[in-house]
């Protein structure tokens, strides 16, 4: 009997060793994928660009840069790499349109590239953000159930990310991972925050914040935040609807713009460089540029409704 006992307590012994060692062995791995995907060295893959990825995370819009990668779905993309391809597409656009239409509309073509880079990375973050908001009320509904089991936030962020799909369980898996890691809780949303950034997103972000910190009813919030986020979502999406046809003509009046100097030249080819050089077609210019500016913003901003 006694030989039994003590078999069994071996037995047991060695079963909690086995599992002390896998979960040492999986914070290490998370710790490793995570190094992996936040070190810039690896993923640049050319010295010089790492070089300058590292200057770049020391400037404040450098972070903001990568911020806006990882918001976009792109986390593994060198900044540097990505400003240098910009600067090249602008460059080559610009040659390009040079011997075809002058001075003026290759300057116009060479911004056009550069503010359109820009312009993809927001649209593709904003398209992210829109699909991670749309899953925010099945993230709140499993916590809440998470919560009212008695899991920890941790575990109930990692059991979310297995049952949700992209984008949300990627981004809840990394801040799980990040949490394992030593990050706390605060910071852990804070970079989920900052990646994707949403009025609906921060509101739960600050009641997980709250609520780790000073203690109250988890469950109870979470599940009424998830029927909130609900009733947005269909409001976002039946504004969305409602202010499409605004948007669009936002769009066509710089379409315009761009198409009346591109036609000018076309017609009457160095028309708009001698137009740069003479004081009479610098008004001109600068008025037109003012009013399609101008109506630009106030289509933008008359579709803009706050939800």
Known sequence: ??????????????????????????????????????????????????????????????????????????????????????????????????????????????????????????????????????????????????????????????????????????EVAQVGAEMAVGRSMRDALAGLSQRLPSRELSVLVQTLTIQGRSGGELVTALSGIGATLEERRRLRREVATATMGAQFSGYTVIFLAFGAVALMNAFSPGVVDEMITNLVGQVVLLVATGLFVGGYFLVRRLARVEV
């Not at 047991?12 to 998370?30: I, P, R, S």
């Not at 070089?51 to 593994?76: M, N």
């Not at 656009?93 to 040079?98: C, D, F, K, W, Y």
């Open 1 to 170: 009997m006694t030989f039994l006992l003590i078999a069994l307590g071996l037995l047991v012994t060695l079963l909690m060793a086995a599992a002390t060692v896998a979960t040492l062995v999986w914070n290490a791995e998370t710790e490793r994928r995570m190094m992996e995907s936040a070190d810039l060295d690896r993923t640049a893959g050319v010295p010089v660009f790492a070089r300058l990825d590292v200057q770049l995370l020391r400037a404040r819009w450098g972070q903001r840069l990568v911020a806006l990668l990882a918001g976009a779905g792109l986390p593994t993309w060198s900044p540097s790499l990505f400003l240098a391809a910009a600067a090249a597409s602008a460059a080559v656009a610009g040659l390009i349109v040079l011997p075809l239409f002058g001075w003026a509309t290759a300057a116009i073509a060479v911004l056009v590239v550069a503010v359109g880079a820009r312009r993809w990375l927001d649209r593709r973050r904003k398209q992210r953000v829109d699909r991670f908001v749309a899953q925010l009320p099945e993230l709140a509904r499993l916590l809440a159930n998470g919560a009212s089991a008695g899991l920890a936030v941790r575990r109930s962020l990692e059991l979310a990310a297995e049952e949700m799909t992209e984008p949300a369980a990627s």
